[in-house]
């Protein structure tokens, strides 16, 4: 825990040029709501979603289900997605069970074909929707041995129950393109503000020299939102009705961020990973929902990829509802390109947490 504390501080020390102050420090509290010892221990994805009356779900995608002893996973069996319901200091975890009553998927897909990652959700007028990315395994092997295929959307009409108690509808999603090595896609982050909800994509469709993949948004009524006639998609100019011009308002962010308010800076917030899996955490700052979005600030170095030679950091992303004004809370994953690393350091592959905490300075510079 000392050296996590040591990069934090370091990191704040050298960090690029921000109009304003910030301190960057580990919330070990955060951390510990989620290591458990048996049952669930360990996945990554980690979106989170207020339901209201105090509670926060968690989507994760591949999960662990075992026994944690001596330091290292016992007994762990991988499945593809899980969730959990956070309330206070209590977190309850939930996942799918085989006819063999050995643990599965929280969520399978209906035609049977691959496997669901759980990505960003909100709670909308009366239900609960959230994304699903359709994957498959490409045979390749290793930490990287799959491709996404499309997506559906997950729709939940009685989310105020408990998960297990849920029926999950699974919708067609229309608005994603997938080719040869690059697609477009909605579902990465999703922010809420008012009636409208804004939801984020990526678009990685072959593209000049010149240009980089980035962030694309749409925008719906939270009374509209399975209603897909109603869909916008910012063109750089306005809203389009086409998905396929939507412009890249944002490049170099990777597949999973978060897009957030932050009161005190009083501006919107994109984290996310820097190159994706490179271990850095940065934010960009933005006055609309839409941009335009300011360069990158680094925040926190994740020292769990130092731990082994083949492990990585990701899927950094901010969670509103754990954070005071003031702050960003922000979690993210450590993997390893060796499987067995997952299974002999149960220290890796957990929700790990840092707190961002602006001064004065930051809302006075915004």
Request: proline share 6%.
């Amino acid at each position: 825990m000392l050296a996590v504390a040591l990069a934090a501080v370091l990191l704040v020390l050298t960090a690029p040029a921000f109009a304003g102050g910030f301190t960057v420090a580990p919330a070990p509290e955060l951390d510990a709501l989620f290591q458990n010892t048996e049952g669930w221990i360990g996945a990554d994805g980690d979106y989170s979603v207020p339901l209201g009356d105090g509670r926060t779900l968690w989507l994760f995608s591949d999960s662990f289900v075992g026994r944690v002893e001596n330091g290292a996973r016992a007994g762990a069996a991988l499945v593809n997605n899980s969730a959990a319901i956070q309330k206070g200091g209590k977190v309850a975890f939930y996942y799918g069970t085989k006819a063999d009553g050995g643990p599965d998927a929280f969520v399978r897909p209906r035609d049977g074909r691959g496997y669901y990652w759980l990505f960003a959700g909100v709670r909308a007028a009366h239900d609960l929707f959230f994304f699903l990315m359709r994957v498959e395994n490409t045979g390749g092997g290793g930490a990287f041995g799959f491709r996404g295929f499309g997506a559906n959307l997950a729709r939940v009409k009685n989310p105020d129950e408990t998960p297990d108690r849920w029926r999950i509808e699974q919708l067609e999603f229309p608005f994603c393109d997938y080719g040869q090595g690059h697609n477009i896609s909605f579902g990465r982050a999703i922010h809420k503000e008012g009636r409208c909800i804004y939801v984020y994509g990526l678009d990685s469709r072959k593209l000049p020299a010149s240009q980089a993949p980035g962030m694309v948004v749409a925008r719906v009524d939270e009374d509209k939102f399975v209603r897909f006639d109603a869909w916008q998609f910012y063109n750089g100019h306005g809203w389009s009705e086409d998905f396929r011009a939507s412009a890249r308002v944002c490049p170099g962010i990777p597949s999973e961020f978060s897009v957030t308010w932050q009161p005190l800076l009083k501006k919107y917030v994109a984290v996310y990973t820097e190159g994706g899996i490179f271990g850095v955490i940065c934010m960009r700052t933005a006055p609309s929902p839409t941009g335009p979005w300011s360069e990158p600030v680094r925040l926190f170095e994740c020292p769990d990829r130092l731990w082994h030679k083949d492990a990585f950091s990701y899927a950094a992303k901010a969670h509103p509802s754990l954070a005071a004004d003031d702050e960003l809370v922000i979690s993210y994953a450590t993997n390893s390109g060796n499987f067995g690393d997952l299974i002999a350091d149960a220290r890796l592959y957990w929700p790990r947490f840092i707190r961002v905490t602006f001064n004065a300075t930051a809302a006075h510079g915004r």
